[in-house]
């Protein structure tokens, strides 16, 4: 079975930081670009971030540009997203996803989410 | 706020046909494949359709993509309980350099 399981989610202060992990399983997941969404309490989905298979390009969102790196290790099938300098505005649910046309979407495979609440 | 609207709401009787409409620009929709999510109530979202109008096994034909310039649209054919969802799309778009999803729209099943 395709599976994605995130871990890592939590309380954090503003300024903190975080590093969420996403283990695959399943799939080849080293032939995969794969992403980070993020959805905000009662909102709307927000994409994050992509990488490519070998993690050799990688995409951001304006609103997390210098404060996130999305990575990959494809010994371990897995994908982090690391988070500094975090604000109340990152407090959401994300998800990771595989996507299965490339940086294009095609998000077919979905993680359950982990929390991440940006808090004082 | 995104780039590609959608309407915040859409409705219908069991058995009826929805469409939902999602509105971008030459950047994401006119020049990128469309694809469409559902998310139901306290779970992950999920692919409907892809490239515009494909559909990934497992997924009724009832729903149906379709895409025309710069707008897109998901239809919800012979509407079930089961459908009540928010349904978002999404595409590249080549000025952001990043994938953009619509604003969202709650599927209610009166």
């Known amino acids: 079975e395709e599976q994605l399981v995130e871990s890592g989610g939590g309380l954090v202060q503003p300024g903190g930081s975080l590093r969420l992990s996403c283990a695959a399983s399943g799939f080849t997941f080293g032939s995969y670009w794969m992403s980070w969404v993020r959805q905000a309490p009662g909102k709307g989905l927000e994409w994050v971030a992509n990488?490519?298979?070998?993690?050799?390009?990688?995409f951001y969102v304006d609103s997390v540009k210098g404060r996130f790196t999305i990575s990959r290790d494809n010994t371990k099938n897995s994908l982090y997203l690391q988070m500094n300098s975090l604000r109340a505005e990152d407090t959401a649910v994300y998800y990771c996803?595989?996507?299965?046309?490339?940086?294009?979407?095609?998000?077919?495979?979905w993680g359950q989410g982990t929390l991440v609440t940006v808090s004082s | 706020q995104s780039v590609v609207t959608q309407p915040p709401s859409a409705s219908g009787t069991p058995g009826q046909r929805v469409t939902i409409s999602c509105s971008g620009s030459s950047s994401n929709i006119g020049s990128n494949t469309v694809n469409w999510y559902q998310q139901l109530p306290g779970t992950a979202p999920k692919l409907l359709i892809y490239?515009?109008?494909q559909r990934p096994s497992g997924v009724p034909d009832r729903f149906s993509g379709s895409k025309s310039g710069t707008s897109a649209s998901l239809a919800i054919s012979g509407l079930q309980s089961e459908d009540e969802a928010d349904y978002y799309c999404a595409a590249w778009d080549d000025s952001l350099n990043g994938y953009v999803f619509g604003t969202g729209t709650k599927v209610t099943v009166l």
């Open positions: 990488v490519k298979e070998d993690g050799s390009e990688k």
């Open positions: 490239r515009n109008n």
């Open positions: 996803a595989r996507a299965s046309s490339g940086r294009y979407g095609r998000d077919d495979c």
